[in-house]
Each structure stands twice: as structure tokens, then as C-alpha cells.
């Protein structure tokens, strides 16, 4: 036998795969892509309220918006911190940076009287934002 024939049959005995192995890749991102998908709702949700419940239809909008929510004990709350009535205006002017179209949700529980709700409300349309609303919950039928 040549020393050819013998090259040859060792080249072919030690080529190396140039392919990758994605199946290790494709199982990590699946069980990343699960985590995250239960994560994310725990994530959304910061003082808890015992909204009011509504047939209204849901408002889609892009962007996140201020949050101000108000507890059964009265307590008022900026995104997920508390604040004297006081501080509201102030802050959330500070805030909005001077954006008055900056969607501000108003999220009261029900036991909370109707009044205080609205005057919150109120104050914060008297302050120039345009686009203040109330959450409440879907009603099951």
C-alpha cells in the first residue's frame, strides 16, 4: 500500500463535524422563556386594591402609564409608594416632566368612599393632565 492510500484513510477517520449542536441552546431558551412567562405577571401588579368590578371594555394604549392608587385605610400611593395628598401634584408634575398628555390611572378600592376618589381625580385634572382615568376589574359573567 502507498503512503497515499494510508493519508487518506486517516484523514477520513479524523475529520471533524463542522456542525453545531443547537438542541442544548433550544432547551435552555424554552426553559427561559417559561420562567419569564410566569415572572412577568408577579411583576406587574405593586399595591394591592380590591378593585371595583366592570363590564366596561379594557383601554389599549402603548406606553407605560402613573398609577395612583388609593387603600381601603386611605392611604395614597404614587406608582408603589406612599404619599401625603399633599405631595401628589408636586410629584407627579416632576414626574410627567411638563407632558400633560401622560396617562395617569387612578386605581381606588371599593371600599374606599367615592368622594375621596373623585377629589383625587379632580385635583389632578385641576393640575392640567388630560388623560387621567379608573381601573377597575372585568366582572365575570
Known amino acids: 500500500m502507498s503512503n497515499r492510500m494510508l493519508l487518506k484513510g486517516l484523514r477520513k477517520k479524523n475529520k471533524s463535524i463542522n456542525q453545531i449542536n443547537v438542541t442544548p441552546f433550544v432547551d ?11 415572572t412577568a405577571p408577579l411583576l406587574t401588579v405593586g399595591v394591592s386594591v380590591d378593585l371595583p368590578k ?20 386611605g392611604d395614597l400611593y404614587l406608582q408603589e409608594r406612599v404619599i401625603d395628598t399633599v405631595q401628589l401634584l408636586p410629584r407627579l ?10 396617562r395617569i ?13 373623585l377629589e383625587t381625580i379632580a385635583k389632578i385634572k385641576s393640575s392640567g393632565f388630560k388623560k387621567v382615568a379608573l381601573v377597575a376589574k372585568l366582572k365575570e359573567s
Open 28 to 38: 435552555v431558551m424554552l426553559v427561559l422563556l417559561i420562567v419569564f412567562m410566569i
Open 54 to 73: 366592570t363590564k366596561a371594555a379594557q383601554l389599549n394604549q402603548k406606553g407605560d402609564p402613573i398609577v395612583v392608587s388609593i387603600k381601603k385605610t
Open 93 to 102: 408634575k416632576a414626574i410627567s416632566a411638563g407632558n400633560k398628555n401622560l
Open 105 to 117: 390611572y387612578v386605581r381606588g378600592d371599593k371600599d374606599v368612599p367615592y368622594g375621596i376618589v
